[in-house]
């Protein structure tokens, strides 16, 4: 049997969807089985042992529109896939899959195409969204009993630029992430600052990590301090090669929280606007998650753009004191 998995959302998305992979290779071992992602998210999922290979749907770039979508429907069609399990949920995919003719089709009842599968399943809004998309298994097998881990392989190290190799420290480092793609997730900058510098103080040392977009935060959490900024000098598996390394990360809300539970490293993740009753909190990990608990709050499931209430309390609020509290008690003190 070939079957296809397709998570086409963001990149944290898809390490949540990550257990879905060994879950159906437990229950169809001798399966070929593929993942289809954004061609970003691709570099999550690419080296991992349990895929035949992977497949990028560039869906706002070269396969865009009508046209992106019947040439991207007759290469999953040639590929002759015969079941398909579908974690995205938009019409496009809906659609796309269909026109692929995959015998068998299964998605999730609020899918917005759902009367294109075959068969749904219901997304439990209760539960951590790794148990939401295991329940598109539901009817194969208990979920109780799939490991539900979630699966993050580094790349080679031969593939690693130089620059990077060179720039990570030799001795234990904390990994900081302060960017996110929604600016109430955002902890302020100034903060991760200042925790730098009181783990450096203490003998540990700090590395700071983003995306190009993040490159404001990175600096200002970096600058004036012997930091490594490594804002947008590392692609998606060289981040996860990084990631690996570190002794503890320290993230907002943001892929990074899902990358240190997938790798299994000590993480603070601090919550500001959302909170992980929302489903993505730390999963099977050790982790701490500082917040601050405010009238206000949540104020939406994804972040947004600006503070409604125009004081970003959930942001500022938070004190650096309790960051390092929370970094001392994942490392049982020693920082070192």
Request: one cysteine or more; glycine letters at 8%.
């Amino acid at each position: 049997m070939k079957i296809l998995i397709v998570q086409t959302s963001f990149l944290g998305d898809t390490i949540l969807s990550t257990p879905v992979i060994e879950g159906i290779k437990s229950l169809h071992p001798d399966a070929e089985l593929w993942m289809m992602t954004t061609p970003l998210s691709s570099h999550l999922v690419k080296h991992d042992p349990l895929l035949a290979g992977v497949i990028p749907f560039d869906k706002r770039g070269r396969a865009k529109g009508i046209k992106g979508l019947r040439a991207m429907s007759s290469t999953i069609k040639a590929m002759g896939f015969h079941r398909v399990y579908s974690l995205h949920r938009s019409i496009r995919t809906s659609v796309m899959l269909a026109m692929a003719g995959i015998p068998e089709r299964f998605g999730f009842s609020n899918a917005k195409g759902r009367f294109l599968y075959h068969r749904t399943f219901r997304r439990n809004p209760e539960v951590h969204d790794v148990l939401r998309n295991l329940a598109i298994l539901e009817g194969e097998a208990e979920i109780s009993s799939i490991k539900a881990d979630m699966r993050l392989f580094p790349p080679p190290d031969e593939t690693i630029s130089d620059e990077v190799k060179k720039t990570i420290p030799e001795r234990p480092f904390a990994l900081m992430v302060p960017g996110s793609a929604w600016k109430t997730k955002m902890w302020h900058s100034e903060g991760y600052r200042s925790v730098a510098e009181a783990l450096i103080a203490n003998g540990l040392s700090v590395v700071v990590a983003g995306g190009p977009d993040e490159a404001e935060a990175c600096r200002i959490a970096s600058e004036g301090i012997p930091a490594v900024n490594l804002a947008g000098k590392t692609g998606i598996g060289e981040m996860i090669w990084v990631a690996k390394r570190a002794k503890v990360i320290i993230c907002n809300d943001s892929m990074a929280l899902h990358m240190a539970s997938a790798l299994k490293v000590p993480n603070v993740a601090i919550f500001c606007s959302t909170i992980p009753a929302f489903g993505f909190g730390p999963w099977k990990n050790r982790a701490i998650v500082v917040e601050k608990e405010l009238p206000c709050r949540p104020c939406g499931r994804h972040g947004k753009r600006e503070c409604p209430e125009a004081t970003e309390a959930c942001m500022r609020d938070i004190t650096p004191a309790q960051v390092l509290a929370a970094v001392e008690t994942l490392l049982e003190g020693d920082l070192t």
